[in-house]
T-cell receptor
């Protein structure tokens, strides 16, 4: 249980275009999902917390107009990188909140999406 | 604010040996949880083990154990009988009570040598 998928797994786009990344909870409903960004050989940095039916909460320094997050259903959150530039090239990972077998709230991570902007 | 420190950027360990990955943390919140994740080259984050701040015993999950020293604010991961498949990045993370956010350390790249 608690499987999270991401699509696409990798994407290459031209500078100035927009890219949408999907995060789905496959076997559970997630009212809360998280979006992280990971540069090569660095740690995961939380970008925003996505709540179903409401606006996302962005971390300090993350441009909300550039990284649009939509959590329209209990199983799907999307991250759209608008007008992408080479510096946006990164590994984007989502997670979804659910209770583990021990009853504890945990984040279950998707496999990640590698974005390369040319 | 919470902070996680992993001071070992990389480690090389002989196969079948035990390895300890260091993690220290800083928080003023008395209730918190500590996590360890494994990230292989494919990129997915694999949950390994969890330790709650009020747990009386150190957590264990198969070959993984957590050496939790609350007074020292350390939560080191111990992998026994290392295997080639253990080669990966390992991240320590923390979450405080009432906050869903995870704060990650910078990670340790573990390489198991045959």
């Amino acid at each position: 249980g608690a499987v999270v998928s991401q699509h696409p797994s990798w994407v290459i786009c031209k500078s100035g275009t927009s890219v949408k990344i999907e995060c789905r909870s496959l076997d559970f409903q997630a009212t809360t999902m998280f979006w992280y960004r990971q540069f090569p050989k660095q740690s995961l940095m939380l970008m925003a917390t996505s709540n179903e039916g409401s606006k996302a909460t962005y971390e300090q320094g993350v441009e909300k107009d550039k990284f649009l997050i939509n959590h329209a259903s209990l199983t799907l959150s999307t991250l759209t990188v608008t007008s992408a530039h080479p510096e946006d090239s990164s590994f984007y990972i989502c997670s979804a909140r659910d209770r583990s077998s021990s009853g504890r709230w945990e984040q279950f991570f998707g496999p990640g999406t590698r974005l390369t902007v040319l | 604010a919470q902070k996680i420190t992993q001071t070992q950027p990389g480690m090389f360990v002989q196969e079948k040996e035990a390895v300890t990955l260091d993690c220290t943390y800083d928080t003023s919140d008395p209730s918190y949880g500590l996590f360890w994740y494994k990230q292989p080259s494919s990129g997915e984050m694999i949950f390994l083990i969890y330790q709650g701040s009020y747990d009386q015993q150190n957590a264990t999950e198969g070959r993984y154990s957590l050496n939790f020293q609350k007074a020292r604010k350390s939560a080191n991961l111990v992998i026994s009988a290392s295997q080639l498949g253990d080669s990966a990045m390992y991240f320590c993370a923390m979450r405080v009570s009432g906050n869903e956010k995870l704060t990650f350390g910078t990670g340790t790249r573990l390489t198991i040598i045959p």
